[in-house]
Nanobody, 121 residues
Framework: QVQLVESGGGLVQAGESLRLSCAASGSILGINVMGWYRQVPGKQRELVAHITRGGVTNYADSLKGRFTISSDNAENTVYLQLNSLKPEDTAVYYC???????????????WGQGTQVTVSS
């Protein structure tokens, strides 16, 4: 089995920062990409950012400059630094990873349970 466990969400005021972490564990043979999505009630889940194993990053255009994704390949962990937070950043943030388990011949999408980020004005 493969697990993604997120941490770091919480309640902050506008302008403050948070750092989210997501650690992948279990029967992992390889990881292609790790990333973050977010979702608010009634809306579709949207990409925040992702990072490849080689360190190539991609961000949602609206979030460039405020959010930074990074990873520790040795620890199978991805981070998301959220700066200058705004009330509209309030959402559940989900970790996502494209992982090849030992028991599978192909890469599969895995999701974390989500972590709530709430930004008050």
């Amino acid at each position: 089995q493969v697990q993604l466990v997120e941490s770091g969400g919480g309640l902050v005021q506008a302008g403050e920062s948070l750092r989210l972490s997501c650690a992948a564990s279990g029967s992992i043979l390889g990881i292609n990409v790790m990333g973050w999505y977010r979702q608010v009630p009634g809306k579709q889940r949207e990409l925040v950012a992702h990072i490849t194993r080689g360190g190539v990053t991609n961000y949602a255009d609206s979030l460039k400059g405020r959010f930074t994704i990074s990873s520790d390949n040795a620890e199978n962990t991805v981070y998301l630094q959220l700066n200058s937070l705004k009330p509209e950043d309030t959402a559940v943030y989900y970790c996502n990873a494209e992982i090849r388990p030992y028991y599978s011949g192909s890469y599969q999408q895995h999701w974390g349970q989500g972590t709530q980020v709430t930004v008050s004005s």
